[in-house]
């Protein structure tokens, strides 16, 4: 968004951070802007708020690659408060964008010494192994994390696309049962953990994410993919070895799940690339037919 900086007092500006601020948004660009061009000779005036302020334009110089900028900042509040873990933490940030990964490993370690129930020095440190590609260790790590921090339910998604990366579907699984404690009314973590199960394989697995894929459909009726995953799983079901009422049962939900899916889809829509997504799609489903044993 262009702002008019001729029209903009400090205190303007001061606002607008603090709205972005309680709502979340990060606006790295824009901060970077304002702060440059406005705010940064008149810091010394907003009061209490100068550290958040100075917080806040390091997160946004270090995502827009503005290290110096993160520098300056990061100066100001180690003159204030030195030995702070929390400006440590920044300084590591700022070796991770420099990508000296080794340099911000040691000062994250020292800050997890000194305070071993401190959260964010041990993310930082998993997300810089796993950019070093060090999924094992970052695995490692991260289990350790979740002993201390067990209602982290990002620390156990992390963990389990790690797991999904290394090959070890029995415990992603795991992970999105965690996560699916927290979360039971969820159809997008019914439908991931339905398809680890698929992805898995064997008749117990294609059951358990038969069962977890209808579940995310009956929270959420117009989840085309969880519709799809009932499709497969019914489909395998009913050309395998079960016993003759299960298999005509599997090919009944089968059934019902593809022309619920087929009703859900646009036929025509005014998007070319659109059209071809869903002819795509049709031609998926006509080439799984179920077969009747």
């Known amino acids: 968004m262009a702002y008019n900086y001729e029209e903009m007092s400090w205190s303007d500006v001061r606002d607008l951070f603090r ?11 824009d901060v970077i802007q304002l ?30 690659n503005r290290i110096e900028v ?24 700022r070796l991770e964008a420099l990508e ?12 997890i010494k000194k305070d071993e129930t401190n959260a964010a020095p041990r993310k930082r440190k ?11 260790e970052a695995i490692k790590d991260l289990c350790d994390y979740l002993k201390k921090f067990m209602s982290d339910q990002e620390a156990w998604h992390e963990l389990c696309n790690l797991y999904l990366a290394e090959g070890e579907y029995a415990k992603a699984a795991f992970c999105m049962e965690e996560v699916l404690l927290h979360n039971p009314h969820s159809h997008l973590i019914h439908q991931r953990l339905a398809e680890i199960r698929y992805t898995m394989g064997g008749a117990e697995n294609i059951e358990i994410a038969k069962s977890y894929f209808a579940q995310a459909i009956k929270l959420n009726s117009n989840n085309l ?11 395998h079901i009913s ?24 009703a859900k889809v646009p036929k025509k829509s005014k998007t070319p690339k659109y059209e071809k997504y869903v002819a795509a799609l049709e031609v998926a489903f006509g080439n799984l037919d179920l077969k009747s044993n």
Do not use: T
Not at 20 to 28: A, G, H, L, V
Not at 126 to 135: D, E, F, R, S
């Open 35 to 64: 702060w440059e061009a406005i705010l940064e000779d008149k810091v010394h005036k907003v009061g209490n708020e100068r550290h958040l302020i100075l917080e806040q334009v390091i997160i946004a110089a270090l995502d827009s």
């Open 70 to 93: 993160a520098e300056k900042c990061i100066r100001l509040l180690s003159k204030e408060f030195p030995g702070s873990m929390r400006v440590q933490k920044y300084k590591a940030m």
């Open 126 to 136: 998993i997300a810089i192994l796993k950019a070093k590609g060090k999924n094992l």
């Open 19 to 29: 709205k972005w601020r309680e709502e979340n948004e990060r606006k790295s660009e």
């Open 225 to 235: 993919r969880a519709l799809y995953g009932l499709y497969l799983c019914c489909n």
């Open 239 to 262: 050309n395998s070895k079960a016993v003759v009422s299960k298999r005509k049962e599997a090919q009944k939900l089968g059934q019902w799940a593809l022309s619920q899916a087929a």
């Open 100 to 111: 000296r990964y080794d340099e911000a490993l040691d000062v994250l370690d020292a800050i």
